[in-house]
C-alpha cells in the first residue's frame, strides 16, 4: 500500500507544472438561503489549481491572468462555472441538486443522462448502499430497487444472495443477472466493499441489456466504482463498529415434557425399554421436573457477535490526473460459534490525460476473503444429516445417560452434541480476488472517439472442510479402512478471465445540420477467456482425535483419497455490438441496438447468437400541448421497447461426450475409473434467447419533488437450456433447448423530497413489484424437484408444469388428526384400531394409524393415501415485493428507514417437520409448538396407553395438533407456511458536527451515527426467518427452510469524516 | 479522415485476427481420447471399474435390485409382506405399482443398469476400434470381461423388467430413445458375445487378474451363458402377455439345452472350479478371502464401504456388537417352510436358515416369520462393519453348484436322467456328507424318469441356492412359479395351524444361552420334536413358535401374492422412465 502512494504521489508530483503569470480572486459561497457553504471545491477551468472554501464560505485563490472561467463543485449541489472576467471578488450562490434527471445513469459500454433514457435502468446511488450497515453491497440494496428481487438465503457470514431481475426464466438452469463491475464481468460482487461502490444501476429490459447480448436475459448490474470527481485532494474515513445477537428462537420441549413424550413414543413403538434404558423408570419421571435446560440455541448461536467496518479512501489529483485509493477493513465474529469473517479490500483507480487527444484509464481492484466456520448447512452436502441446526434444537436439553454421554450415537436417534456437530464440519474459507483493468481513450478527430480495453480478473478459492468422527461422510464415504475417521478436503479453485473491449463512439451532431437532431453511434468488438481449474484433495484417515486445525495443518498423518486436478473447457466468448441513439429536440427518442455473439459453448452452425432489440421514448412535457401542465409537471416520458437477449448458462464442454476419470471407493481393487459425464453429450445446443417487450413511465412533478417510474413488460424465454432428465437411456440428464417460460409484471417506484427547508427535510420513497411466471411450455414434460432434505423420505417435492409457474412445492394435504369417530373399533387381540370403512387409510405414509395419528387427504378417492395423493401445495413466488425509505434532517440530526417486504409467497418449512415428527427415530427433542397441551396424547396418568374411545376423546378435548409419533417424514401444508413479511432492514440516526466545529478539528465533515439492523420483523412465519432458501443446489427447490444459519440483529455506532 | 480509415483498418485488422475460426473451439482438458485410453491396458482397465461404479450406485445393485429382486418365492419372501400394501411389499407381492416410491426414482436400478451398459458399450467400441485385442491378451481380457458384464447387465434387466430396449452401441441422438425389443434380440446377442468373452478369457488362476473371485473369468462367462440359455429356451411372459417359449428357432430348448450343457461340461471338464465344503462356501464369501479356484466363479466386487449384502440379506443384528457397527440384516428373510423342506442330515439347512437374530451380542430366537439367510453374517466376515449405510460384502453372483446342477438338468433333457445323475449326486453327496446311504435312495427316486429327475433337480436347486434370489427366475423358466407360490401358501397355512405334515411339530420352542454366552440352542425346530420333551429339557425359556404377529393386517400365505404372479412376472418399468421415454415405453405386457 505504501509503495501505491509513493508512486502516486511522484505521478501527481510530476504533473505539477510551472505557474505562468497570475492575479488574486477572493470569493464567498453560500446556498440559496444564503447559509455559507463550506468545503466547496472551487477550481481554475483548464487548470489543476484550486482552492476550498472556509468556514465562512470565503475562498481565495491566485488565477493566471489568462484564465476567465472557475469551476465550483460541492456535494448535493448543481455544478457551477463562474465567468471572473474582470472580477477580482465574486459571489457565487450555488443551486441545489435536486433534480435528478441530469444524472448520469450507467448503461453497456457508455453512459446516458437519466433523461434520455428509453430503456428500464434503474440507479441505486453510494448513499443508499453505505446507508446499511453490512459488508455486502448486495444485501444493502435489497427491497431498493423494483423488478430486482434480493434474498439473503440465510444468515451466515458471507452467505449467498439470490438476485432475480424480474424473476428470471430459466427452469433448470442458472437465473443470476450478469454482473459487470467497471466494464467487467465478474461472478459475483459480494467481494466489494460497499463503500468503494458509486452507483449500482440494474438494466432490466432488453433494449438495455441486448448490449450485452450474451447473459443479458436475467438482467445485468453494473457497479461503478468511486473515483475523484474534481480532481481535489479529500480523504474520507468511515468507520462503524457493532455487536450482532440472534434475532429470533423457538423453543423447546421442558425436560419434563421431553421425557414424557419419550415415554408415551416408546409405548407407542412397543419397546418401553427404549426408554427406560435411558430416562429410568416412569414412575420417577418427576424427577425431570426441576433439572436444568440446555439452551443449546443459546450456546451455539447466542453468543454476542461484532461487527466492525472501515473504509479510508484517498482521491485526488489535478485537471489531467484524478485517482483514489481506498482501503477497506470488515471483521465479524458470528452469533454461531467458530464463525467469523475478515475481509480486506484495495482499490485504486486512476485516469491521465497523456496527451490532447489520448487518455489513460486503469484501475486495480484486490479483495481477500476469510470465512471461518463451517454453516449449518452446505450446497456440496455429501448427506443432509450433517446439516448442522438440528443438533442445536432437538439434541435434548438434559444430559440423558447412554445419549448425551456416549461417544456412540444409537443410530435411532442419531444426533452428536450440537458442538460436536460444529467442530466437526468446520471449515475455513479464503478467496482471493483481483482485477486489473487499463484502458486508452483516444479522440481520433472531433467526437470520434476510440477507447480499447485490456483487463484480467483472477479469482482464486481455497476451501479447506472437515469432516470429524459424527460425521456422515466419515462413516460412509472412506474405504472401510478408514471409517470413522476425520478427514480433509482442500478445495482449491482457480479462474482466470482474460477480456479485451474495443470501442468507437462518434456523436454525428456536428454533421447534422439542425441543432434539434443529435444523433450518436457506438461500434464495438469484445473478447473474453474464461479459463478454470480445481484442485481437490482429499484426506482421509486422520488420528481420530484430530481437530480441523490439526487436519488442515498435518494433512500427511492422513491418507490422500485422491487428488483430482481437475481443468474445465475454458469458456470463450467473442461479441461485435453496436448502438445508435436518436433524439430530436430532447422530445422523441430512439435507441438500437445489436450484438452478435459467439461462444465456445456451442457447436459451429449455433455458436452465434443475434440480439437486436429497438427502443423509443417520447417526452410528452416538452410538447406545446403541455406547455399549461410546466408548472407542476417538471417531466413526463413514455418509452417503449422491445429486444432479444441471450443466455448459455450452461457449463462449457457440452458438445462432445468425452471420457472423465474419477476416483472411487466403491470398487474393490480400484480407486479411479474411466466414465463418461453422466450428462449426455448435445451437440446442437444453441442459445437461449429472452424477447423483452417493456412499456414504461417517468413522471416528474411539482419541481421534480416527486418523481416516479412505471414499467409494464413481459419476457419470454424462448429455446430455454434445461437440464432435462433422461435417466433411463444411459444417463442422467442431457441439456437441451426446450420449452418456454414466461414473465409479465408490473413495477413502480416513487420518490417525493417533501420538504426540503433549512433545517428540517423529509422525504420518502418507495418501490413494488408484481411478478407472475409461467411455464408455457415444457415439451409435455413435467420437471420434479427434490430438495432432498430427508434423504429420501420425502421423495420429490417441487413440480414443474406447463401453465403454472416455476417454483411450486408438492406435498400432502392435511386433514388434521384421526379423531376416535374415524375408527369403528379397536381390535384389542391385535392391538390395533380398526378404520370407520369410509375413511382413508394413509398408514403407508404416516405408519400404524390410531387415533390422534396425523391425517392426510385422500385426493384421489381410493380409499388409501399414498404417493398419488399428492398436490401442489403451495408456491414459493411473491405476489409483490418491494421496499420503502423515510429519510429526515432536522437541523443536524439525520433519520432514515429502509423497509423491505415480500408479499405471497410460501415456505417449505422443513424444519418444522423435523422438529414435530419422530420419523424412524428415538429420544430427539422438538419444538414446543408439539408440548403438551398441543400435541395429542394417548398416556393415562399412570403411565399407560389409552385405547379407550371415549376417554382418548376427553384426554384431547383441548389438545389441537396430532401426535408426533410417525414413520417418517410426511410434507403436509401443515409445513407450507405463508413466508410474507415487512422487515425493518435498517434504521439510523445521525449528527452531523456543524462545520464550525469540524473544521476546528481540521475536518470537512464530521458525521456520527447509530444504527440499527434487522430490528423488527413482521410476519406469521413460525421459523425463524421468511427470508431463506436452503436447498439451493438446483434452482427447481427454492423456499425450503431447513437448517438455515439464523438470522442477526445489529447495533452499531459509526463515524464518517472527511479531510 | 484519413485517420479514420487507419482506425477502421486497424480495427478490421483485429477483428479478422481474433475472428479466426478456432478463436471459439474450446478441447476438452482434464481429459483422454479414447485411442489413448483404450489402447493402453492399464488406463483401459479403468473402464471396467467404470461399469462397477454403477453397480454401486444408491439404487441400483446396491441398494434396490440385490434386495428386491427375487422374492417372493417358495424359499425367499419380503420380511414386511404381511403389511400387503407398503410399497416394499408391493415389490414382492405381484402387484407392483409404476410408481412404486422404493424404485420410481431417476437414480434408480433401471437407469443405472442402463448407465453400466452405456459405459460398456463406449468401452467396447474403443477396445474394438483402438485396442488390437486380437494381438493384445491384456486388452483381449478386458473386452471379454466388459462383454459379460454387459450380459450380466442385461440378464438382470430381463428377469427384471421382461422384454427391455437393447441398446448395444454407444447412444446416438437417433437412439436416444428406444422401445421395448423382443427379448429373443438381445437373448441371441448375449450368447454370441457371451461365446466372444470366453474365447478371450482366461480360466480362474489362468492370469493375474483371474486369481480373484472379483475379476471375470472364462468359467463365469461360460457359466452365465450356460445360465441365459436356460432362460432364452424356458418359459415367462412375453410382450404380448402370455407365458410361453421363444417362438425363434434359434432359441429351440434343444439348442438352449446344449449349449447350457456344452458351457457347463466345459467348465467342469476344466477342473479350474471345486466344490467346497456347503459350509466353507459361505465361510469363504463372509471371510472376503476373494480366491479363485473354489466354487465362487464371479462376485461383484463391492469395496468394504460399499454395497448391501447382509445389511439386506443377512443374519440380523438388532444392536450394534462385537461384529458389527451396523443393526441391520433381515430385510429378506427365507419362506419359513424352507426350514422344514431339508432332510434333518442335510448339511445346507443350518447354514442357509437361521432361526435367531442378535441382541446385545447374544442369539436370540426370532420367531418362525422371521428367521434369516444365514449364508450372508456379519460374525463371520474378519473385519467389523463401520458403516451405517454398507457392510461392503460382494455379492455371490454365480458359484460352481449351479453350473453343476445346470448341467444335471439340461443332460436330463437332452440324454435322460442316467446320464445327468452324477452331476446331482454331485451336490447331494455334498449336502450330505456323513450319511451316503441317503444320497444313493434318493439317486435311485430321482433317477426313475425323466420328469422325476426334473422334479429332483427343481427341489434340489430350491434347497441349494435358498437366499441366493435365483429361484424366481427358475421357477419362471420352468413355468413353475404360480404352482410353486400356490403350493407354498397351502405349506404355510398348514404351518401355522400346524396340519398336514407340519401336524405333529411342537408348538413352542425351547431355548437356552450356551455358556459361550451368546450361542442359542433351540429345541423344536425338527419333525420329530415335541412340546412334552421340550417341557422336560430344563431350558430356560421357550416361546411360541408362530408367524402371525398382533399387528398383522394379512395372514403370511395370503400375503404372498395378491395377484396372479404369471401375470406379473416382472416389474413395470417405472413412472418416470416411461415419462422420459418420449412415449416410446410402456407396460401394456402387464396391462399397467
Known amino acids: ?1059 | 479522415m484519413r485517420k479514420i480509415i487507419n482506425i477502421c483498418l486497424v480495427l478490421a485488422g483485429l477483428t479478422v485476427v481474433s475472428s479466426c475460426k478456432d478463436v471459439l473451439d474450446a478441447p476438452t482438458q482434464s481429459s483422454l481420447d479414447e485411442s489413448v485410453i483404450f489402447s493402453t491396458p492399464a488406463l483401459a482397465e479403468g473402464s471396467i471399474a467404470g461399469i462397477i461404479q454403477s453397480f454401486g450406485e444408491t439404487n441400483s445393485y446396491r441398494g434396490r435390485y440385490l434386495v428386491f429382486y427375487g422374492i417372493n418365492t417358495d424359499t425367499e419372501v419380503y420380511n414386511g409382506l404381511k403389511t400387503t400394501d407398503s410399497e416394499q411389499s408391493r415389490l414382492s407381492n405381484y402387484n407392483t405399482n409404476v410408481a412404486n416410491t422404493q424404485m420410481n426414482t431417476d437414480n434408480n436400478a433401471w437407469a443405472k443398469f442402463y448407465e453400466g451398459i452405456e459405459r460398456a458399450n463406449l468401452a467396447i467400441r474403443g477396445l474394438r476400434t483402438y485396442g488390437n485385442v486380437q494381438n493384445n491378451a491384456q486388452l483381449g481380457q478386458i473386452l471379454g470381461e466388459i462383454l459379460t458384464l454387459r450380459a450380466v447387465i442385461y440378464s438382470d434387466l430381463i428377469k427384471g423388467w421382461g422384454d427391455v430396449p437393447a441398446r448395444f452401441e454407444p447412444i446416438t441422438s437417433e437412439t436416444t430413445y428406444l422401445p421395448r425389443s423382443d427379448r429373443d434380440v438381445i437373448y441371441k446377442q448375449l450368447l454370441a458375445d457371451l461365446e466372444e468373452a470366453a474365447t478371450l478369457l482366461p480360466w480362474p488362476n489362468g492370469s493375474a487378474a483371474t486369481q480373484s473371485v472379483e475379476r471375470v473369468n472364462k468359467a463365469f462367462a461360460k457359466g452365465l451363458r450356460a445360465r441365459l440359455a436356460l432362460a432364452a429356451g424356458g418359459y415367462s411372459q412375453r410382450l404380448d402377455g402370455t407365458v410361453r417359449l421363444s417362438t425363434d428357432p434359434e432359441l429351440s430348448r434343444d439348442k438352449m439345452y446344449t449349449i447350457a450343457k456344452n458351457e457347463c461340461l466345459d467348465i467342469i471338464n476344466s477342473g479350474t472350479l471345486k466344490l467346497q465344503g456347503f459350509e466353507e462356501v459361505f465361510k469363504t464369501l463372509n471371510a472376503e478371502t476373494g480366491r479363485a479356484g473354489l466354487e465362487s466363479m464371479w462376485e461383484i466386487p463391492f469395496s468394504e464401504g460399499r454395497g448391501r449384502v447382509i445389511f439386506d440379506l443377512g443374519v440380523r443384528h438388532t444392536t450394534t456388537d462385537k461384529y458389527t457397527g451396523q443393526n441391520r440384516g433381515g430385510t429378506n428373510v427365507p419362506n419359513p417352510i424352507m426350514l422344514y423342506e431339508y432332510d434333518k442330515d442335510d448339511v445346507r439347512r443350518d447354514v442357509s436358515i437361521v432361526p435367531y437374530e442378535w441382541t446385545g451380542g447374544v442369539q436370540v430366537p426370532s420367531s418362525l416369520g422371521r428367521m434369516y439367510f444365514g449364508k450372508y453374517r456379519y460374525e463371520w466376515m474378519k473385519r467389523v462393519v463401520t458403516s451405517t449405510n454398507d457392510d461392503g460384502l460382494n455379492w455371490l453372483y454365480m458359484r460352481y453348484a449351479d453350473v453343476v446342477l445346470m448341467a444335471a438338468e439340461a443332460i436330463n433333457e437332452l440324454d435322460g436322467p442316467a446320464a445327468a445323475a452324477p452331476y446331482l449326486q454331485m451336490i447331494r453327496t455334498r449336502a450330505f456328507p456323513k450319511n451316503p446311504e441317503k444320497v444313493t435312495s434318493y439317486m435311485a427316486q430321482a433317477t426313475a424318469s425323466k420328469t422325476s429327475f426334473f422334479n429332483a433337480i427343481v427341489d434340489e436347486r430350491a434347497l441349494e441356492f435358498t437366499g441366493e434370489m435365483l429361484r424366481k427366475a427358475d421357477l419362471i423358466r420352468w413355468n413353475l412359479l404360480g404352482t410353486k407360490l400356490a403350493e407354498a401358501k397351502t405349506k404355510l397355512q398348514q404351518l401355522e395351524t400346524r396340519q398336514g405334515k407340519y401336524a405333529n411339530l411342537p408348538s413352542k420352542i425351547y431355548y437356552k444361552t450356551l455358556d459361550d454366552k451368546e450361542t442359542v440352542q433351540i429345541y423344536g425346530l425338527n419333525f420329530g420334536d415335541t412340546d412334552a420333551i421340550g417341557n422336560s429339557l430344563g431350558y430356560t425359556a421357550n416361546k411360541t413358535w408362530t408367524m402371525s404377529a398382533s399387528s398383522d393386517k394379512a395372514t403370511y400365505w395370503d400375503a404372498l401374492y395378491t395377484r396372479d404372479p404369471n401375470l406379473q412376472q416382472f416389474w413395470p418399468i417405472w413412472q418416470v422412465f416411461i415419462d422420459s421415454s418420449n412415449g416410446t415405453l410402456d407396460n401394456s405386457n402387464l396391462k399397467l
Not at chain 1, 471407493?665 to 463418461?676: D, E, L
Open chain 1, 1 to 1059: 500500500m505504501k509503495k501505491v502512494l509513493l508512486v502516486v504521489t511522484f505521478l501527481c508530483s510530476f504533473l505539477f507544472a510551472a505557474i505562468a503569470q497570475t492575479k488574486q480572486i477572493t470569493g464567498n459561497v453560500r446556498d440559496k438561503s444564503g447559509e455559507a457553504l463550506i468545503g466547496v471545491s472551487v477550481t481554475v477551468k483548464g487548470t489543476k489549481q484550486g482552492a476550498s472554501t472556509d468556514i465562512n464560505g470565503n475562498f481565495k485563490l491566485s488565477v493566471p491572468t489568462s484564465s476567465q472561467v472557475l469551476v465550483l463543485n460541492y456535494v448535493g449541489f448543481k455544478t457551477k462555472e463562474v465567468n471572473i472576467a474582470g472580477q477580482t471578488n465574486v459571489k457565487v450562490t450555488l443551486d441545489e441538486d435536486v433534480t435528478s434527471l441530469d444524472e448520469v445513469v450507467v448503461i453497456g459500454y457508455g453512459t446516458v443522462k437519466k433523461k434520455d433514457l428509453t430503456g428500464a435502468v434503474a440507479q441505486v446511488s453510494a448513499d443508499v448502499i453505505t446507508a446499511a450497515p453490512v459488508s455486502s453491497a448486495v444485501e444493502a440494496i435489497t427491497g431498493r430497487i423494483p423488478g430486482v428481487q434480493i434474498s439473503t438465503t440465510e444468515g451466515s457470514p458471507d452467505a449467498e444472495m439470490t438476485v432475480r431481475v424480474r424473476g428470471g426464466g430459466s427452469i433448470t438452469g442458472s437465473n443470476a443477472p450478469l454482473y459487470i463491475v467497471d466494464g467487467f464481468p465478474v461472478n459475483s460482487i459480494s467481494d466489494i466493499a460497499p463503500s468503494d461502490i458509486e452507483s449500482i444501476d440494474v438494466l432490466k429490459d432488453a433494449s438495455s441489456t441486448a448490449i450485452y447480448g450474451s447473459r443479458g436475459a436475467n438482467g445485468v448490474i453494473m457497479v461503478t466504482t468511486k473515483n475523484s470527481k474534481s480532481g481535489t485532494t479529500s480523504i474520507g474515513f468511515t468507520s462503524f463498529t457493532g455487536i450482532k445477537e440472534l434475532a429470533n428462537r423457538l423453543d423447546v420441549l421442558t425436560p419434563q415434557d421431553y421425557a414424557y413424550w419419550q415415554y408415551e413414543r416408546a409405548l407407542l413403538d412397543g419397546e418401553v425399554k427404549d426408554y427406560t434404558k435411558y430416562f429410568g423408570n416412569f414412575q420417577d419421571i418427576d424427577m425431570y421436573s426441576n433439572v436444568r435446560a440446555n439452551d443449546w440455541q443459546d450456546i451455539v448461536f447466542g453468543r454476542t457477535g461484532s461487527t466492525y467496518n472501515q473504509n479510508l479512501n484517498i482521491s485526488g489529483g489535478s485537471e489531467k490526473t484524478k485517482f483514489s485509493l481506498s482501503h477497506s477493513f470488515v471483521k465479524e465474529k458470528a452469533i454461531m460459534l467458530y464463525s467469523g469473517f475478515e475481509r480486506q479490500n484495495l482499490n485504486f483507480k486512476f485516469n491521465h490525460k497523456l496527451y490532447n487527444k489520448l487518455t489513460l484509464d486503469f484501475g486495480a481492484r484486490y479483495s481477500n476473503t476469510k470465512t471461518e466456520g463451517g454453516g449449518a448447512n452446505e450446497q456440496r452436502e455429501i448427506s443432509s444429516a450433517d446439516s448442522r441446526l438440528k443438533f442445536a434444537m432437538i439434541y435434548p436439553s438434559i444430559p440423558v445417560n447412554g445419549l448425551t454421554n456416549s461417544t456412540e450415537t444409537d443410530p435411532d436417534f442419531s444426533l452428536f452434541s450440537p458442538l460436536v456437530a460444529l467442530t466437526d464440519n468446520d471449515q475455513y474459507i479464503h478467496r482471493k480476488t483481483y482485477n486489473l483493468n487499463g484502458a486508452l481513450n483516444w479522440d481520433i478527430i472531433k467526437d470520434l472517439r476510440f477507447r480499447t480495453e485490456i483487463g484480467y480478473d483472477g479469482y482464486r478459492n481455497d476451501q479447506d472442510r472437515f469432516y470429524g468422527q459424527s460425521t456422515y461422510y466419515v462413516q460412509n464415504v472412506p474405504a472401510a479402512a478408514n471409517q470413522g475417521d476425520p478427514a480433509i478436503i482442500f478445495t482449491n479453485t482457480n479462474r482466470n478471465s482474460f477480456r479485451n473491449t474495443n470501442t468507437l463512439n462518434y456523436d454525428f451532431g456536428k454533421l447534422l445540420a439542425s441543432k434539434d437532431h443529435s444523433l450518436t453511434a457506438l461500434l464495438g468488438q469484445e473478447y473474453i477467456k474464461t479459463e478454470e481449474g480445481i484442485l481437490t484433495t482429499t484426506v482421509h484417515g486422520l488420528p481420530s482425535t484430530f481437530t480441523f486445525t490439526n487436519a488442515r495443518s498435518l494433512s500427511t498423518q492422513g491418507q490422500a483419497n485422491s487428488i483430482d486436478n481437475n481443468f474445465s473447457v475454458d469458456d470463450i466468448l467473442l461479441s461485435y455490438f453496436g448502438r445508435v441513439n436518436y433524439n430530436f429536440k430532447g422530445k422523441y427518442l430512439l435507441t438500437g441496438t445489436f450484438r452478435a455473439d459467439g461462444s465456445s459453448k456451442f457447436k459451429d452452425g449455433n455458436r452465434w447468437g443475434y440480439f437486436p432489440s429497438a427502443s423509443a421514448a417520447w417526452r410528452l412535457s416538452d410538447e406545446a400541448f403541455m406547455e399549461d401542465a410546466k408548472t407542476w409537471l417538471s417531466d413526463l416520458k413514455i418509452r417503449a421497447s422491445y429486444g432479444k437477449a441471450g443466455n448459455n448458462g450452461i457449463p462449457s464442454g457440452q458438445m462432445v461426450q468425452s471420457f472423465l476419470n474419477s476416483t472411487t471407493t466403491w470398487v474393490n481393487g480400484a480407486n479411479n475409473f474411466w466414465a463418461p459425464s453422466k450428462t449426455m453429450a448435445n451437440p446442437d445446443l444453441k442459445w437461449e434467447t429472452t424477447t423483452t417487450k417493456n412499456l414504461g413511465l417517468d413522471i416528474s412533478l411539482f419541481k421534480t419533488r416527486l418523481n416516479a417510474t412505471f414499467d409494464f413488460y413481459t419476457n419470454n424465454t424462448n429455446d430455454l437450456l434445461i437440464e432435462y432428465p433422461v435417466s433411463g437411456t444411459g444417463y442422467d440428464f442431457q441439456y437441451r433447448n426446450l420449452g418456454e417460460t414466461k414473465n409479465r409484471g408490473i413495477e413502480f417506484s416513487a420518490n417525493w423530497n417533501a420538504l426540503k427547508k433549512k433545517n428540517f427535510e423529509l422525504a420518502f420513497s418507495a418501490n413494488i413489484a408484481f411478478n407472475k411466471n409461467e411455464v408455457v411450455s415444457l415439451g409435455g414434460l413435467d420437471v420434479r424437484g427434490t430438495s432432498g432434505w430427508a434423504s429420501s423420505e420425502v421423495g420429490y417435492d417441487y413440480l414443474v408444469q406447463e401453465g403454472a409457474s416455476i417454483g411450486r412445492i408438492y406435498g400432502y394435504v392435511s386433514d388434521g388428526r384421526y379423531e376416535v369417530a374415524d375408527f369403528s373399533s379397536y381390535d384389542a387381540g391385535k392391538a390395533r384400531w380398526i378404520l370407520n370403512s369410509d375413511v382413508a387409510n394413509a398408514s403407508t405414509v404416516v405408519g400404524t394409524v390410531r387415533p390422534g395419528t396425523m391425517k392426510l387427504k385422500d385426493l384421489n378417492g381410493d380409499g388409501i393415501v399414498d404417493a398419488t395423493d399428492r398436490a401442489v401445495i403451495g408456491n414459493t413466488n411473491p405476489k409483490h415485493t418491494g421496499g420503502f425509505s423515510v429519510n429526515s434532517k432536522i437541523y443536524n440530526f439525520d433519520v432514515a428507514a429502509y423497509f423491505n417486504w415480500s408479499f405471497g409467497n410460501d415456505i417449505y418449512n422443513a424444519n418444522k417437520i423435523e422438529y414435530t415428527s419422530t420419523s424412524k427415530y428415538s429420544s430427539r427433542n422438538m419444538i414446543s409448538t408439539m408440548a403438551t397441551g398441543q400435541r395429542w396424547t394417548n398416556l393415562r396418568p399412570d403411565g399407560t396407553i389409552s385405547n379407550d374411545g371415549a376417554e382418548l376423546t376427553s384426554m384431547n378435548a383441548n389438545t389441537t395438533l396430532w401426535s408426533p409419533y410417525m414413520s417418517r417424514y410426511v410434507l403436509s401444508d401443515w409445513a407450507v407456511e405463508d413466508g410474507s413479511f415487512l422487515r425493518l432492514g435498517t434504521v439510523t440516526l445521525g449528527y452531523t458536527v456543524p462545520v464550525s466545529l469540524a473544521s476546528k478539528l481540521k475536518m470537512k465533515t464530521l458525521r456520527v451515527y447509530a444504527s440499527g439492523y434487522n430490528l423488527l420483523l413482521l410476519t406469521n412465519y413460525s421459523g425463524f426467518d421468511p427470508e431463506v432458501s436452503t436447498r439451493r443446489r438446483t434452482n427447481l427447490t427454492p423456499g425450503v427452510d431447513y437448517s438455515a444459519y439464523p438470522k442477526s440483529k445489529m447495533y452499531v455506532f459509526g463515524l464518517n469524516v472527511s479531510f
